[in-house]
């Protein structure tokens, strides 16, 4: 570099003299000689470099007699602050090669929960800013700029505290009672025949503040145990409160009737012409003993039929094919009154 130098200098003060012999007073040669001479001395003792100087993200090279980075500046117009970032320092001298990084601080905001501040900064970019400013940014935290962003004079920087959690509640869940029919019990008399258990229901329920303002959310309902139900028995006797049984809901009464079919019914008696006067199951036909066609209705099904009362499916018949049904009577007389009628029959669980 010492070499490299000193050959500048010497073209520099070689062209001092030359031009200084040029242009000099002719009529006084020797003044005009000693004049360039000191010119080219002085020309001389000026050291040429070649610097890399990097500003706002641009980079540069640049030919200088500067000896100072601060002098450098200087020869480039710029003022510097005790704000701006200048690297190396000022007093650093020059060599070639030198690369100077130089960054004005500009004015910006930051704003947070708990109010705004503008500084004036040289950081490098946003990130850099929060840290020197001594904000800590946390995981979940949000930042109106990325950190990577340089710094924009006049701009606003916005930071949002953010946290979230979440938190489970348990809830107990009654049992609900259910109103078994039973044909056991007399009428009007109830029996528990399960006292039932209480369930259990989670809730997690998640939680997000931004700077104070909480807002919720379900994020999911499990069921932790099934509550068992608690079943009471409540007697009807001989099917005598059979048709008064909508009174209990619907619900309930499907625990005692399992459907409904409409059938065309008629009546016989034990004493009809060609009959044995026994069923298909065994007990003699009478009232309560019903025929059917078995693919319909399954022998010894239990069943309730208004105004008639509740029957077996006990007996079958050549005639009773499809939905016909045959109502067994004690009497000759009760049959005939019956006579022929629809009715709806109800299979019994």
Same mark, same amino acid.
């Not at 570099?1 to 003060?13: C, E, N």
């Given at each position: 570099? %010492?070499?490299?130098?000193?050959?500048?200098?010497?073209?520099?003060?070689t062209s001092v003299l030359l031009l200084g012999l040029v242009i000099g007073n002719i009529s006084h040669p020797t003044a005009a000689w000693a004049a360039t001479e000191k010119a080219a001395k002085a020309a001389a003792n000026a050291i040429s470099h070649i610097v890399t100087f990097t500003s706002n993200g641009a980079t540069t090279q640049h030919a200088t007699t500067a000896k100072t980075v601060g002098d450098f500046l200087k020869e480039r117009g710029l003022v510097v602050t005790e704000a701006d970032y200048v690297s190396p320092s000022l007093a650093s001298e020059l060599a070639d090669n030198t690369?100077?990084?130089?960054?004005?601080? #500009? /004015? #910006?905001?930051?704003v947070t929960s708990r109010g705004s501040k503008t500084v004036t900064s040289s950081a490098i970019d946003v990130g850099t800013l929060l840290e020197n400013e001594s904000i800590d940014?946390? /995981?979940?935290?949000?930042?109106?700029? /990325?950190?990577?962003?340089?710094?924009?004079?006049?701009?606003?920087?916005?930071?949002?505290? #953010?946290?979230?959690?979440?938190?489970?509640?348990?809830?107990?869940?009654? /049992?609900?009672?259910?109103?078994?029919?039973? *044909?056991?019990?007399?009428?009007?008399?109830?029996?528990?025949?399960?006292?039932g258990v209480r369930g259990e229901r989670e809730t997690i329920v998640g939680f997000v503040?931004?700077?104070?303002?909480?807002?919720?959310? #379900? %994020?999911?309902?499990?069921?932790?145990?099934?509550?068992?139900?608690?079943? %009471?028995?409540?007697?009807?006797?001989?099917?005598?409160? *059979?048709?008064?049984?909508?009174?209990?809901?619907?619900?309930?009464t499907s625990y005692i009737a399992a459907s409904a079919i409409s059938m065309m019914a008629t009546a016989y008696t034990a004493q009809c012409g060609g009959c044995s006067g026994y069923t298909a199951i065994g007990p003699r036909a009478g009232h309560g003993i019903v025929a059917v066609d078995p693919r319909v209705i399954p022998l010894g099904t239990r069943l309730y039929i208004p105004g008639y009362g509740p029957a077996i499916a006990g007996d079958t018949g050549g005639a009773i094919v499809g939905n016909r049904i045959d109502l067994g009577f004690n009497s000759l007389s009760d049959a005939m009154q019956f006579g022929r009628r629809p009715v709806t029959v109800y299979r019994l669980r």
């Open positions: 570099m %010492i070499g490299r130098g000193y050959s500048k200098a010497s073209w520099l003060a690369a100077i990084t130089y960054r004005a601080a #500009v /004015p #910006v905001t930051i940014i946390g /995981p979940r935290d949000e930042v109106s700029a /990325p950190f990577s962003d340089g710094l924009v004079a006049g701009e606003r920087i916005r930071v949002v505290r #953010v946290a979230q959690w979440t938190k489970s509640t348990k809830q107990s869940i009654a /049992p609900r009672t259910i109103t078994k029919l039973v *044909f056991s019990l007399p009428p009007g008399t109830t029996r528990i025949i399960a006292h503040q931004r700077d104070g303002l909480t807002k919720h959310r #379900v %994020i999911a309902t499990r069921i932790v145990r099934k509550a068992r139900a608690r079943i %009471i028995a409540r007697g009807i006797g001989e099917y005598a409160a *059979f048709e008064q049984m909508a009174k209990f809901g619907l619900q309930k």
